[in-house]
């Protein structure tokens, strides 16, 4: 029955996920143009337990939006204290972490310009659930779901809106 889900959900995902062209918000078009689209990166050996697509997304991400303080939450203690972050990256089957998006208060941690990449988004319907009620936060604007896994922004001059894209 779960892989009949998962299979349901990718349909649906090639269904209405959008390309460059059908994309009105110019931050978006402006990130798919010359983040997702831009096939001239290398691996980021930091983020190399991903599919290597995706890490290579990670170091363009990284590149393109000069992120300093960028976090892997796979390599801390679930105690260690978070300070303000540029980009954090975790897989959303790291239950540990989900915290961090569940109470509002933990949300300071992210600035206008901090970027989240959250792996396993459809893993499960549980995930798929989770992932929703993340980017329904108040304090998250952009949200870019890949199918795969999911980027989030948290831009205040930016109107809320959720994007499916073809990765």
């Given at each position: 029955m779960r892989k009949l889900?998962?299979?349901?959900?990718?349909?649906?995902?090639?269904?209405?996920?959008?390309s460059k062209y059908s994309i009105h918000s110019p931050f978006v078009y402006d990130f798919i143009v010359k983040v997702l689209n831009d096939k001239s990166s290398k691996k980021n050996q930091n983020f190399n337990f991903v599919k290597l697509k995706y890490s290579k997304l990670i170091h363009r991400i990284i590149n393109y939006y000069n992120l300093?303080?960028?976090l892997n939450l796979k390599d801390i203690k679930e105690n260690e204290c978070l300070q303000t972050l540029d980009f954090i990256f975790f897989d959303i089957m790291n239950s540990n972490f989900l915290e961090l998006f569940t109470k509002e208060k933990n949300l300071n941690f992210f600035h206008n310009k901090s970027i989240v990449f959250i792996y396993?988004?459809?893993k499960s319907k549980e995930y798929n659930i989770l992932w929703k009620?993340?980017?329904?936060?108040?304090?998250?604007?952009?949200?870019?779901?890949?199918?795969?896994?999911?980027i989030i922004f948290f831009r205040k001059e930016q109107v809320k809106q959720?994007?499916?894209l073809r990765f």
């Open positions: 889900q998962f299979y349901i959900d990718y349909l649906y995902y090639l269904l209405f996920s959008k300093k303080k960028v396993n988004i459809h009620k993340i980017i329904s936060k108040k304090k998250i604007t952009v949200s870019i779901d890949l199918f795969f896994a999911g959720n994007f499916i």
